[in-house]
């Protein structure tokens, strides 16, 4: 009967337990498949955050300089604005331990980071001495952005004293600053004439795209006579504007400027010859927008609509794929072989008993679990999104069932294998290979992104092939529905593949999702992914220093390296994809030149590895599990009152 070999382990998402690789695979072959990590921001209503009030803890002059420097000297903390900074540095308050006390224990939960003003400590990893620290370090830094485990100990060699901030008060430093801003350029924009137009999604990208620029007495903005291609608001202070008449008389002053002023919009038109002087009075803040920024922007909205993916006969195909599932029940169902394990759940390839050439996979969750990782969110909204996801390009969800113990997910069997698989054997793939599993993947993102969802989790180990060899999307637990032009706040995705406005807490959308993409690339076409480092902080560092920092092997062509370089840009509003045209800017790069688009759409295109599947029983393209031996969970239905 199936509910005898239903019950099965359940690991959490950061669970440090990596997935299993067959025994019989040669040591070189030992690679293991990585984790993903999640954590909710810690701030519940993101509306509320600019009211918050921090809290505050005067210190000496000298204690503020010894923070603000150590924040400085951090890799990770030096990448913080200066009112970032200046906000932590009065967040912060004393902690004080004695000799021979533990600070941060390794494996315990943390959510603390420190910066130490007096005393030693020592650090160590699994018993090993790793160094002494002393005044003007930051230490636990990774547990300011998500819930982690320590992975060192820290111990006093001497009396010391620490200032200390912890996650939710950094994590709402972090959102404010961002929140604020985008607020007040938004109030900026709307008050000039030229973006008074504009759609209030084209507006939120273009104050993302504005940067600060600071001017001192005196200093010259516009000079008379020079060229430019850059729009300027008054954000801060007062200019003046003067013109010369003549070559020999003095420059006359035509007017005062003051902050929500502007000038130079002409810029943004085409080449402009500057017609007068502007100059700053006192300290001036101007924000500033050229012309390269704007144009990429403007109007360029138009192709992320929620058009019609799915026509009559389409939908008249699913509605009977519903009636069909609707009427099935679990104990329909024998299982034949395990498909995957870890994670968050096992994946079984299971066969209708009345139609043994019907296979699907089910994935299996147990609830309990779930209830204490506090996941369910995460589970309704991967549901959600994969019962209305009608893409060749991802994973179909038939339908799920749910009993006392467990949560079933009835998918699409795909027996060709995973693409980490394939990759892991092979060590790494051709130019023609990434190509096509590369434009799997913008075909699976255009449609999730024009019905405003963002996926937040490639990587080789979710793309899995079909039959025929074609990609296809798979694990939705970190997606989610955003909406068109809006942002989430949420840690989420595979350190290696993370992109720096998740890291930093500024706020991310379908962005980030192009960054992942220009990662997967380099890593099809290498093996390794760009960034990479021995703990989850020093990766995020790399990601930090930028796409330009990476050194790009031989085997990387010249037009498949500007593809990743333009995908990885620090900013999103950079970024490919995220342009005014779109998901086109991907499909009409030179490193796309002559790829099928059309017959890949229509399944006509020949793959590039076709995998041997004999059967809808054979799982020969993948590894071998264990049996899992987990004693059953409790009978637990809470929470869980809802239909699944």
Not at 323 to 352: A, M, P, W, Y
Not at 480 to 503: H, L, N, R, S
Not at 582 to 594: C, L, S, T
Not at 602 to 624: A, E, M, Q, R, Y
């Amino acid at each position: 009967m199936l509910k005898c070999r239903f019950p099965r382990l359940l690991r959490q998402r950061t669970d440090p337990d990596r997935f299993s690789v067959s025994p019989d695979d040669p040591p070189d072959q030992h690679r293991s498949k990585r984790q993903a990590i999640s954590a909710e921001p810690t701030a519940c209503d993101i509306s509320a955050l600019s009211h918050v009030t921090l809290p505050f803890y005067p210190k000496s002059p000298e204690s503020k300089e010894l923070i603000k420097d150590a924040i400085l000297d951090n890799d990770f903390m030096k990448n913080l604005e200066l009112s970032q900074t200046q906000e932590i540095v009065d967040c912060m308050y004393p902690v004080d331990y004695g000799k021979d006390a533990c600070i941060i224990r390794e494996g315990d939960v943390g959510s603390l980071v420190f910066v130490m003003e007096e005393g030693k400590v020592e650090v160590t990893k699994e018993g090993m001495k790793l160094c002494i620290m002393g005044p003007g370090k930051v230490f636990g830094e990774l547990a300011i952005l998500y819930n982690c485990t320590r992975t060192a100990t820290v111990r006093t060699l001497t009396n010391v004293k620490l200032w200390a901030i912890d996650r939710q008060c950094f994590q709402t430093i972090m959102m404010r600053t961002g929140l604020i801003k985008h607020a007040e350029y938004m109030d900026f924009l709307k008050s000039v004439p030229t973006f008074q137009t504009l759609p209030e999604e084209t507006l939120s990208k273009l104050a993302d795209v504005m940067e600060e620029t600071h001017y001192d007495d005196g200093e010259f903005i516009v000079r008379q006579g020079a060229r430019g291609d850059t729009f300027f608001i008054i954000s801060k202070g007062t200019v003046n504007v003067t013109q010369e008449t003549s070559a020999n008389q003095e420059p006359v002053h035509l007017r005062e400027l003051v902050s929500g002023n502007w000038f130079g919009e002409r810029a943004l038109q085409g080449e402009d010859v500057r017609t007068a002087n502007v100059i700053a009075v006192d300290t001036v803040t101007c924000l500033v927008i050229d012309r390269d920024s704007f144009k990429h922007l403007i109007g360029g909205l138009d192709n992320v609509s929620s058009k019609g993916y799915e026509d009559a006969e389409a939908k008249a195909k699913y509605e009977a794929e519903n009636h069909f599932f609707s009427g099935l029940k679990l104990s329909d169902f024998n299982i034949i072989d395990t498909l995957g394990v870890g994670g968050f759940g096992r994946v079984e390839l299971v066969q209708l008993k009345n139609e043994e050439a019907k296979t699907f996979a089910m994935k299996i969750l147990k609830k309990r679990h779930i209830m204490d990782t506090r996941q369910q969110e995460h589970i309704r909204s991967e549901k959600h999104i994969m019962t209305e996801a009608h893409s060749d390009f991802i994973v179909r969800l038939y339908r799920t069932f749910k009993d006392r113990k467990y949560l079933y997910m009835l998918m699409e069997a795909c027996l060709g294998g995973e693409v980490w698989t394939i990759l892991r054997d092979r060590g790494s793939f051709e130019d023609s290979t990434t190509r096509f599993y590369t434009a799997c993947v913008v075909e699976a993102f255009a449609y999730l992104h024009a019905k405003g969802v963002i996926y937040r989790d490639l990587k080789p180990e979710n793309l899995i092939l079909d039959s025929r060899g074609y990609a296809k999307l798979v694990d939705f637990g970190f997606a989610k529905k955003i909406g068109v032009c809006k942002k989430t706040w949420t840690f989420c995705g595979t350190p290696e593949y993370v992109a720096p406005e998740i890291i930093l807490n500024k706020g991310h959308d379908v962005s980030a999702d192009y960054w992942s993409l220009g990662v997967l690339m380099f890593e099809l076409l290498t093996g390794s992914p760009p960034f990479s480092g021995p703990d989850p902080m020093k990766t995020y560092n790399v990601i930090l220093r930028g796409i330009d920092m990476i050194e790009f092997p031989k085997k990387i062509s010249k037009n498949a390296a500007s593809l990743i370089k333009k995908l990885c840009r620090d900013s999103p509003s950079e970024r490919l994809g995220n342009l005014k045209n779109g998901v086109k800017d991907i499909q009409k790069h030179k490193w796309f030149e002559g790829f099928n688009w059309e017959g890949l759409r229509k399944g006509t295109l020949t793959p590039p590895i076709t995998p041997d599947v004999s059967s809808p029983t054979d799982t020969s393209n993948f590894d071998s599990f264990p049996e899992d031996s987990d004693e059953p969970p409790p009978d637990d239905n809470s929470g869980w009152d809802y239909d699944f």
